[in-house]
Structures are given as structure tokens and as C-alpha cells.
């Protein structure tokens, strides 16, 4: 495990009271490792939305397990299509899906068939029913009906509407490699195999607390230039969507007996500790020197608005994040830092879900020199293109706007202003905020 020194040693330019959010990122990264694989857990596949897996999930079969029809019609073997020439075909027996048909289909015959039955070795083509031309005479000598169809030329090739066996997944391959989450699609494959459960890694467990003298609790009566608990409340909601197991730790006031003791706990029993207000400079409280007493913590200020004040290190074995105190700050700071580097202790390997470019409908300003966050409103312009406005008020305690926006507009560290008009890239909310 590397010291905060060693990875600090490593990192270009690193400056701690002028950091860059990129740099911010790599720091992360370095101090971050993956859950270890030993933890992992078996879990049947309706407890397994959401979780990362730990291993590779390997086909044991072909899926489809047969070569099989795509549509309702006719199979036939396709080498006897011509370009030009219709075929006439005698329709021979009839295929449903669920079990093999027993017989042969010789040359100028066909097998009526539907979706998903197994195609008969030699049939490799299906004409749907409703192109096909179908006649039926009575055959008077042995009182049944003979069933004939047209298959129009120039329509099909040979393959069409077959669906080959393993063309979803092969046997022996990779169905879904570690590090991936278990969506509902995923979860779907998985089942595609005949595989009841999946080896997950174990969720990680997450401690949470607010500090500040002047956070007031649910349920304790307002007082002069006191505030309610927000952040527990988002931060609590984002650990949840992530699907961490939350440790939440109530407000802990600025006392630092009880501060030492809520540290303790919680590096006791957490993967990672998540804290809010008390890390700016100036603050007359005791949160920053018992992080600087337990633990090896750096103290950052971080070329970003909303959120220029950060706590960052490790107490025992959990990684700590002593995020700012103001509301929007706390959320941004956990959408640039916490999630990335909660995700990858996750074990997940998922990339970065990609920015959306956007036209801004109003004029921005921005110093060049540091990343901005603001909370915007993206919808869909009249010529189909995408465009976003603010959500109005950006200061870092309105926490309304984050209710109001579904994205953030990230004016990048060197970008200046932005004209009407001009793009911008928005990281979108959904499904995560
Ligand atoms: P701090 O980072 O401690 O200086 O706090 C910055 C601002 O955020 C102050 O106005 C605090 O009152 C506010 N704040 C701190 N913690 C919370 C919290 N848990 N919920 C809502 N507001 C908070
Ligand atoms: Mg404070």
C-alpha cells in the first residue's frame, strides 16, 4: 500500500493547495485498490441487480444452442434461390419452437416453421409467411390438403432469418468479464446460460457522517444560525444508487472525543469514510486535527468550483474523503472524486459514462485556470440538436438547483468563457443523482 507521500512523490506538479481536478483523479487512483477477490460472494441472480462481478462469467453452452428460425414461415435450403425465378415449394411438415422436427426436407420441399424452432439440418433459410404465396388443393385420393408456396424472387439470400447457433455467445468464451455490473441486460444473459448465481464482489461498506457545530439533526427544534442536515441525506442517497452497503453516523458535533470516536468506529468498520464541513481553511474546529491524528491525510485545495476544499487520505485500512461542507459542494465533489474512486474499490471496471455536448442558450463566465460545475437543464432544441441552460442561482449551499437541473454543464480547467450558442459538455444525472 503506498503512503499519501509516496503517491504525492509520483504525481507531476503536485501542489496540494493547487490541484487540478485531473490531478485529483490520478491521486485517487493511486490510492484506491479493488476489493480482494477472496471476499467474493455467490449470489443467486434476482439478488444480483447492481452488484459488481468478481469473475468472469463463462459460457458452458452456445447461445442459441441450435441453429433456429428468426421469423413465422417457410425454411427451406437456400442454394435453390435464383435471381430471377420464383420457387415453388412443397410444404412439408410443420416445426414449432420447443422441439426438433423429426423428418427430412428433400429439394423443392419446405418446412413450415416458427420463431425459434430449430432449423432441420440442411434448411438454412426462412421466407416469412406474409411474403409468401401459399395454395392449397384437396387431394382427392387421399382425402388430405396439399400445401404449396411461392417464394417470390429476388426477395432472399441464402441465410436470411436464420439465426445461427452460439451467434449471441459461444461456448467457452466470455459471457461478461469481471469488473462488469450486474444490469438488468447482464443479469439477462446470465440467465441465457442456464446459470442460477453469480460470484459478486461483496459490497462495500461505506461510513458516513456530518460534522459542525451548527448541523442540526431531523427533529431537533431550528435554532439561530443553525442548518439541517442535507448532506447525510444526498450522500446517503448516492451511496445507495451505487449500491454500497451505508454505515450512516448521524451528525457528530465538534467535540473531539466524540469526533476520535466516530473516526475510530467507523475506520473499524468501513471500507471508506465519507465526511462533511470542517476541512476549509479558517475552520476553529477540531475535525481537520483529528483526521491529522489518526489517520495519514492530506489537505487539499482543489482548482474547482463548487468545491475547493478537501480532505483526502487514509485512517487504518479505509480510505477517507473529508468533503467540504456547503451542499452543492459536497455532491459535486462526490460525482468528480468519490464515485470514480468508490467505484473502482467496487472492483467495477466500467469507463466514465460519456459527456453529453450541448449548445449553451446563455453567455457563462469562467476564469481559465480551474474546473466549473454548474447546474444546468438540458433538453432537446427544435432542429433535434441538444442545448442546456443553468438552473439560475450557482452558489455552492443551493442545493435546489441540483433538484432542478438534470446534469452538470463542466467548463473544463482552461476553458474561458462561453458564448451563446458555443458547446459545452454536460455530465448528466441520470440514474446516478
Ligand atoms: P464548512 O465546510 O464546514 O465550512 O461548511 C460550509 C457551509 O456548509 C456552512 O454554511 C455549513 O453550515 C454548511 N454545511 C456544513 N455541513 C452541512 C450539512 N451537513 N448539511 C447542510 N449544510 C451544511
Ligand atoms: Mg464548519
Redesign the pocket.
Known amino acids: 500500500m503506498k503512503s499519501l507521500a509516496d503517491i504525492a512523490a509520483a504525481l507531476q506538479g503536485y501542489d496540494p493547495q493547487a490541484l487540478s481536478v485531473s490531478q485529483v483523479g490520478e491521486f485517487l487512483a493511486q490510492l484506491t485498490q479493488p476489493l480482494p477477490t477472496h471476499e467474493a460472494q455467490d449470489v443467486p441472480l434476482f439478488e444480483a441487480l447492481g452488484r459488481v462481478l468478481a469473475q468472469d462469467v463463462i459460457s458452458p453452452i452456445h447461445v442459441p444452442p441450435h441453429n433456429n428460425s428468426a421469423m413465422d414461415g417457410y425454411a427451406f435450403d437456400g442454394s435453390q434461390l435464383s435471381p430471377a425465378q420464383a420457387l415453388h415449394l412443397r410444404v412439408v411438415g410443420t416445426a414449432l419452437a420447443g422441439k426438433a422436427w423429426p423428418g427430412r426436407v428433400q429439394a423443392g420441399e419446405c418446412l413450415k416453421i416458427m420463431t425459434g424452432a430449430i432449423l432441420p439440418e440442411g434448411l438454412d433459410t426462412v421466407a416469412p409467411l406474409e411474403l409468401c404465396q401459399i395454395q392449397t388443393e384437396a387431394d382427392t385420393a387421399t382425402a388430405t390438403a396439399n400445401t404449396t408456396i411461392t417464394v417470390p424472387a429476388g426477395v432472399f439470400q441464402r441465410g436470411d432469418n436464420r439465426r445461427l447457433q452460439g451467434e449471441d455467445l459461444m461456448q467457452g468464451h466470455a459471457a461478461l468479464t469481471a469488473g462488469a455490473h450486474l444490469t438488468p441486460a447482464a443479469l439477462g444473459l446470465v440467465a441465457s446460460l442456464g446459470q442460477a448465481t453469480v460470484r459478486v464482489h461483496r459490497r462495500l461498506r461505506v461510513a458516513y457522517f ?3 457545530d ?2 442540526l439533526s431531523l427533529g431537533q427544534a431550528p435554532r439561530e444560525g443553525a ?6 441525506f444526498t450522500v446517503f442517497g448516492l451511496l445507495t444508487r451505487m449500491g454500497c452497503e451505508v454505515l450512516d453516523m448521524g ?1 457528530v458535533r465538534d467535540d473531539p472525543v466524540l469526533l476520535e470516536s466516530a473516526f475510530c468506529q467507523a475506520a473499524a468498520k468501513a471500507d471508506a469514510i465519507i465526511t ?5 481553511v479558517g ?1 476553529a ?1 477540531f ?1 481537520k486535527a483529528m483526521m491529522k491524528k489518526l489517520g495519514d491525510v492530506a489537505f487539499w485545495k482543489i482548482a474547482m468550483r463548487p468545491g475547493r ?1 478537501m480532505a483526502v487520505g487514509r485512517l487504518g485500512t479505509s480510505v477517507l474523503f473529508g468533503l ?4 452543492v ?2 455532491m459535486v465533489t462526490f460525482l468528480a472524486f468519490v464515485r470514480p474512486a468508490l467505484l473502482r474499490m467496487m472492483g467495477s471496471t466500467a469507463s466514465a459514462p460519456p459527456l453529453l455536448r450541448a449548445k449553451s442558450q446563455e453567455a457563462l463566465r469562467k476564469k481559465p485556470g480551474r474546473t466549473e460545475y454548474q447546474r444546468g437543464t438540458v433538453s432537446t432544441a427544435a432542429d433535434g440538436s441538444l442545448q442546456v441552460r443553468t438552473t439560475g442561482n450557482q452558489g ?2 443551493v ?1 435546489s438547483s441540483m433538484v432542478q437541473g438534470n446534469g452538470l454543464i463542466v467548463l473544463h480547467h482552461s476553458q474561458g468563457n462561453v458564448a451563446i450558442g458555443d458547446e459545452v459538455d454536460v455530465m448528466v444525472f441520470e440514474g446516478v443523482v
Do not use: M
Not at 467540504?324 to 451542499?327: E, I, Q
Open positions: 456530518s460534522t459542525g451548527e448541523i442548518v439541517y442536515d442535507s448532506n447525510r451528525v462533511s464541513g470542517g476541512v476549509s475552520e474546529d475535525t476544499p467540504p461542507g456547503n451542499p459542494a459536497v455552492s449551499g442545493l
